[in-house]
């Protein structure tokens, strides 16, 4: 479908939100400051804009990364989803607040619209700072943490493959294969599985990174590093 419906939706919407937000940050104390004295005596900037720019920012970021079709781990997904919705939400109580205010012929908001619209800039900051940081963190697999100092990892089963010195856990009868396709995450990953996974990598002679084993295995950082030790044997071999 054609996107120039959405900008025909978006203009009005950006002009009420811009004008509700600048608005509701004049009531509130925000107005023209000088932020080069001395240097550029004459640069004016309003600081309401802060406001629209951060809250509504944000929230696209936040939207585009919940709505994303794939790539963003389950984490980063969720506090996008709240954060996405808080900041719709704020945005509605924002412009709310604001019309009450220059309906009632306000010349200044109460104080506790005040403490909020101040804290805004400084959340919408730390709000963006951490969906940043969960985006870039692959997602870990249930299992991939490392064993406590002084426990031992769990015991082999008979006849189970052993990856430099991890083995895993014994399986049931008809345990669903652990390979990339379809793989249950709860099962953990076997010398079998990494080297069927990059099999191509291996017939080219090139070995995966570790940021590549744990995106693709699902893995913890340590857990990585036996893989590949695995997989440079295997590829010394062939």
Same mark, same amino acid.
């Not at 996107?3 to 608005?23: D, E, N, Q, T, Y």
């Not at 794939?70 to 939400?89: C, E, I, K, Q």
């Not at 940081?133 to 426990?151: I, K």
């Not at 895993?168 to 294969?177: C, D, I, V, W």
């Given at each position: 479908?054609?996107?120039?419906?959405?900008?025909?939706?978006?203009?009005?919407?950006?002009?009420?939100?811009?004008?509700?937000?600048?608005?509701?940050?004049?009531?509130?104390?925000?107005?023209?400051?000088?932020?080069?004295?001395?240097?550029?005596?004459?640069?004016?900037?309003?600081?309401?804009?802060?406001?629209?720019?951060?809250?509504? +920012?944000? !929230? /696209?970021? @936040? *939207?585009?990364? $919940?709505?994303? %079709?794939?790539?963003? #781990? &389950?984490?980063?997904? =969720?506090?996008?989803?709240?954060?996405?919705?808080?900041?719709?939400?704020?945005?509605?109580?924002?412009?709310?607040?604001?019309?009450?205010?220059?309906?009632?012929?306000?010349?200044?908001?109460?104080?506790?619209?005040?403490?909020?619209?101040?804290?805004?800039?400084?959340?919408?900051?730390?709000?963006?700072?951490?969906?940043?940081?969960?985006?870039?963190?692959?997602?870990?697999?249930?299992?991939?943490?490392?064993?406590?100092?002084?426990?031992?990892?769990?015991?082999? +089963?008979? !006849? /189970?493959? @052993? *990856?430099?010195? $991890?083995?895993? %856990?014994?399986?049931? #009868? &008809?345990?669903?294969? =652990?390979?990339?396709?379809?793989?249950?995450?709860?099962?953990?990953?076997?010398?079998?599985?990494?080297?069927?996974?990059?099999?191509?990598?291996?017939?080219?002679?090139?070995?995966?990174?570790?940021?590549?084993?744990?995106?693709?295995?699902?893995?913890?950082?340590?857990?990585?590093?036996?893989?590949?030790?695995?997989?440079?044997?295997?590829?010394?071999?062939?």
């Amino acid at each position: 479908m054609p996107r120039w419906p959405l900008a025909l939706i978006a203009a009005p919407a950006a002009v009420a939100v811009w004008s509700g937000w600048v608005g509701l940050g004049g009531l509130c104390g925000f107005g023209i400051i000088h932020p080069l004295p001395g240097i550029l005596p004459g640069l004016q900037l309003d600081t309401a804009i802060t406001l629209p720019v951060g809250v509504e +920012a944000y !929230g /696209a970021y @936040a *939207l585009g990364a $919940w709505l994303a %079709p794939d790539g963003v #781990p &389950g984490p980063a997904r =969720t506090f996008a989803r709240r954060s996405a919705v808080g900041a719709l939400a704020l945005g509605m109580l924002g412009q709310v607040v604001y019309h009450l205010l220059a309906a009632a012929g306000a010349v200044r908001a109460p104080w506790p619209v005040v403490v909020l619209v101040s804290c805004m800039p400084v959340v919408t900051l730390g709000f963006g700072a951490a969906l940043t940081h969960l985006l870039r963190v692959p997602e870990a697999h249930p299992e991939s943490a490392s064993a406590p100092v002084g426990q031992a990892h769990p015991a082999p +089963a008979p !006849g /189970a493959p @052993a *990856l430099n010195g $991890w083995v895993h %856990p014994e399986r049931s #009868p &008809g345990a669903p294969s =652990t390979r990339s396709a379809g793989r249950t995450r709860s099962a953990p990953v076997t010398p079998e599985d990494a080297e069927h996974e990059f099999m191509t990598d291996l017939a080219a002679g090139a070995l995966p990174s570790l940021r590549q084993i744990r995106a693709r295995l699902h893995v913890g950082q340590d857990r990585a590093y036996q893989i590949r030790e695995h997989l440079e044997r295997a590829l010394t071999r062939a």
